[in-house]
């Protein structure tokens, strides 16, 4: 008789994964985060990115907007660290009244520890503040290539330099406070360099309590501030014993520290070549959970089906904690809405391999697959 119970749930749970085409679901019941992720436009495109919100994100459901931000706006508290040409109080303040008349919440992002380079160019942070660089002893080549001696992919600053925080605290400030944002998302994917051997304040220690003390300081202080932080879920995943790798997950034993953070950090889990189901294993350790794709229209429309299905098919102490699904997009805000308008343009045309696998393809694809389920 258990065997007969445990197969019809188990069928019944087959067949839940089909059940959406035939139930009506409210747009708004679906999923409580439904997002898209770019950075943020350049001063000169800010009116037209207004319009993709006004037009494109309103009319699909898109209740959550991801801006990468980083040295790209006017700090007042360090102008030092201004990239060329960056945005204005005023640009911000478009961007959030387009926000709200939209339904839109705003999430600017500054990348923190990681990401402080890219190829052979060091970010605003250490150039200006060399002292905070933890690894100085790499050099930037003249010419970058992958893989090289010196395992460098990006720069990190180091997370126990006495000065560092009171820099870029002061920008995430600024930053939420233009953008009268609740939450901020902090980057924190992709850190292959933590714990050197030859930095003198980290050499030796736990790379997963170095990477759960950063997380927990700067989400720490966005609670004072009634403010929540997001991060990448990359580093939090083990690498070698799922077979992920060192991209989508940490081969440098920063996995740990999942055990280790405030379970009120909410994860942006990033799989962008095939839908591997970690959302369940960050909601099993208490976490919420986004799921998230880029550029392969197949992984995102999988990913939306499978957020659907964990919120139906788990308890009520579980499923809320699968908050979501979010496009992701690795370029300028002006050349993804250069390629989502001739996309638009060419509607019907029959697209080659190349062209199907573009971040304007996901979008419209994974959020076509929402409303579908929703009506």
Same mark, same amino acid.
């Given at each position: ?167 870029? &605290?002061?920008? %995430?400030?600024?930053?939420? @406070?233009?953008? *009268?944002?609740?939450?901020? /998302? ?5 850190? $292959? ?93 208490? &976490?919420?959970? %986004?799921?998230?794709?880029? @550029?392969?229209? *197949?992984?995102?429309?999988? /990913? ?5 299905? $964990? ?65």
């Amino acid at each position: 008789m258990k065997k007969l119970i445990l197969l019809g749930s188990i069928v019944a749970a087959i067949l839940g994964l089909f059940s959406f085409e035939s139930a009506a679901i409210p747009l708004a019941d679906t999923l409580p985060v439904r997002g898209f992720a770019i950075a943020a436009p350049k001063k000169g495109q800010v009116d037209r990115f207004v319009g993709f919100m006004d037009t494109e994100l309103r009319r699909r459901g898109v209740n959550t907007l991801v801006l990468r931000v980083d040295f790209d706006y006017a700090y007042e508290s360090h102008p030092e660290l201004r990239g060329a040409n960056p945005l204005s109080k005023e640009d911000i303040q478009r961007l959030v009244e387009a926000g709200k008349r939209n339904g839109i919440q705003l999430i600017p992002q500054v990348n923190l520890l990681g990401h402080q380079s890219w190829a052979g160019t060091i970010g605003n942070l250490l150039k200006v503040y060399p002292e905070f660089d933890e690894t100085p002893h790499v050099q930037m080549p003249a010419e970058y290539k992958w893989p090289n001696d010196d395992g460098l992919y990006c720069k990190s600053y180091c997370p126990l330099h006495p000065e560092v925080h009171g820099v870029v &605290f002061a920008l %995430v400030d600024e930053l939420c @406070d233009a953008f *009268e944002a609740d939450a901020f /998302h902090a980057g924190m994917d992709e850190v $292959f360099y933590i714990g050197d051997d030859k930095c003198p304040r980290c050499g030796g220690r736990d790379k997963a309590a170095l990477f759960a003390g950063e997380v927990t300081k700067i989400r720490n202080h966005l609670a004072g501030r009634n403010r929540k932080l997001w991060i990448w879920g990359d580093r939090l995943i083990d690498g070698k014993e799922t077979g992920i790798g060192m991209w989508e997950a940490s081969m440098n034993n920063t996995h740990r520290a999942i055990d280790m953070i405030p379970k009120d950090v909410v994860i942006a889990d990033w799989h962008y070549v095939r839908p591997v189901q970690t959302p369940v294993y960050f909601a099993m350790k208490g &976490f919420d959970v %986004v799921s998230c794709s880029w @550029d392969q229209p *197949e992984v995102g429309v999988k /990913h939306v089906e499978d957020m659907l299905t $964990f919120r139906a098919h788990n308890t009520n102490a579980m499923k809320d904690r699968f908050k979501g699904v979010m496009l992701t997009v690795w370029s300028s805000a002006e050349q993804f809405l250069d390629g989502f308008d001739k996309y638009k343009a060419e509607q019907g045309k029959e697209l080659s391999e190349a062209e199907a696998k573009n971040p304007w393809v996901t979008f419209v694809k994974m959020f076509e697959r929402l409303e579908a389920l929703a009506n």
